[in-house]
């Protein structure tokens, strides 16, 4: 049964759901996803999610259901051996929002095809049964899926048979929170150090932007940032402070969105745009063939074909946002790949968004190198460039 209404049934459902729990915690022996007052039993841990919810996970987690599918990114990084060892379910947004990571994967690990797939639950369309017929340890969802389980009362009925619910969050507040998500998947899979040496290599990237910006101080270029390029006719999207927002601000750049959008994500008007007159204008975009078959997406990502992302990205400057201003004149149009938004990987765009801006403080710095290194080092994929286009000759990092 697919969750799309309220809760019904009364007292029917209550005593069903009341007989799962009691065969759940006989034969399983598993605790409620939150003991208040209770002890945690041996192997258990009692962690903090990303909206502070004092969670109980029995450790290290076996089965694990993805929120996002695209949460694959950090656990490839610490399952590097199998990274779907532990996965039991997934949302399919990972298949379809980026399907040139995912044949990247199917190709190394075709068991990946056999993974149960989940709508979102957000749009409503998660199943919950079939999620409690895989017996998970954990199921891990995006701080932005709370409202939605809190009107399904999705905790209260997974909690009802001992199946815990972990907030993180890579895309809200991604510099803040990224690091505190990490350290949660490492905890819970038992993998604390290969977690450490992931957050100090990516922290470590991410200053070698930021204490040049820091020291030299230079001029900041206005920049805006076209949200999700091509997968809607909308414009102009954009992020507020945080985000790709957040990015443009530690890579050197003005966030001419910032003053305009009050959260993470938002909507300019194309005369605020012409109005901010930026330097450069970043597109995030990526493969988004099933969503908008044939689109105007310039279609970066791994092993892109970055002739053709250019070819799709000089239509940019022509649109009504962008007439007569700077970086039209200047040809100073990227683009980058959008799931940058949404994964560790972040410190990459930084790292790009930083040598666009000020290539002569940046001569050395190779956002590509960054993220093969990455790849030699925690994925168990090979690294494919593609993630990067410019208009502007001499901004790119080499291939």
């Not at 939150?34 to 990303?50: E, I, K, M, S, Y």
């Not at 039991?88 to 690990?109: E, M, N, S």
């Not at 999705?154 to 969050?169: M, R």
């Not at 270029?221 to 927002?245: A, K």
Request: aromatic fraction near 12%; hydrophobic fraction near 45%.
């Amino acid at each position: 049964m697919i969750i799309q209404r309220r809760w019904a049934g009364g007292l029917a459902i209550f005593l069903v759901i009341g007989g799962l729990a009691a065969a759940w915690f006989f034969f399983a022996g598993k605790p409620p996803a939150q003991g208040v007052a209770a002890a945690a039993p041996a192997g258990t841990v009692t962690v903090t999610d990303l909206l502070g919810r004092q969670v109980q996970v029995r450790v290290p987690v076996q089965r694990v259901i993805l929120g996002e599918g695209r949460q694959l990114y950090l656990v490839a990084a610490l399952d590097t051996d199998n990274p779907l060892q532990r996965l039991v379910g997934w949302r399919k947004d990972l298949i379809q929002a980026d399907p040139d990571t995912y044949a990247a994967y199917l190709r190394k690990f075709p068991q990946i095809a056999r993974i149960p797939t989940f709508g979102g639950f957000e749009e409503g369309t998660f199943d919950i049964e079939q999620a409690i017929s895989q017996k998970p340890d954990v199921i891990f969802l995006n701080i932005e899926a709370q409202r939605a389980t809190e009107d399904a009362r999705y905790i209260e009925k997974l909690g009802a048979l001992g199946i815990p619910v972990v907030y993180i969050d890579f895309r809200h507040h991604p510099v803040e929170n990224t690091e505190p998500t990490m350290r949660l998947f490492g905890k819970l899979f038992g993998k604390e150090q290969r977690a450490e040496e992931f957050i100090a290599f990516r922290a470590r990237q991410i200053r070698r932007v930021t204490e040049v910006i820091e020291a030299r101080q230079p001029p900041r270029p206005q920049v805006f940032i076209e949200r999700i390029g091509g997968y809607s006719e909308d414009c102009c999207l954009s992020f507020g402070n945080e985000n790709f927002g957040k990015f443009v601000e530690m890579a050197g750049g003005n966030n001419v969105a910032k003053a305009i959008i009050p959260g993470t994500f938002g909507q300019l008007n194309p005369e605020q745009v012409v109005a901010a007159n930026p330097a450069h204008v970043v597109v995030t975009s990526a493969n988004w063939e099933a969503y908008a078959p044939g689109g105007k997406w310039v279609g970066v990502g791994p092993g892109a074909d970055l002739e053709e992302a250019r070819r799709k990205l000089q239509a940019y400057p022509l649109r009504a946002a962008y007439t007569g201003i700077s970086a039209s004149r200047d040809q100073a149009f990227h683009a980058i790949w959008h799931q940058f938004y949404n994964s560790p990987y972040e410190f990459v765009a930084i790292q790009q968004l930083a040598k666009w801006f000020h290539p002569e403080l940046f001569p050395d710095l190779d956002a590509d190198a960054t993220f093969r290194e990455l790849h030699e080092r925690f994925l168990p994929v090979e690294y494919r460039p593609g993630y990067f286009v410019s208009l502007r000759a001499g901004t790119e990092a080499r291939p």
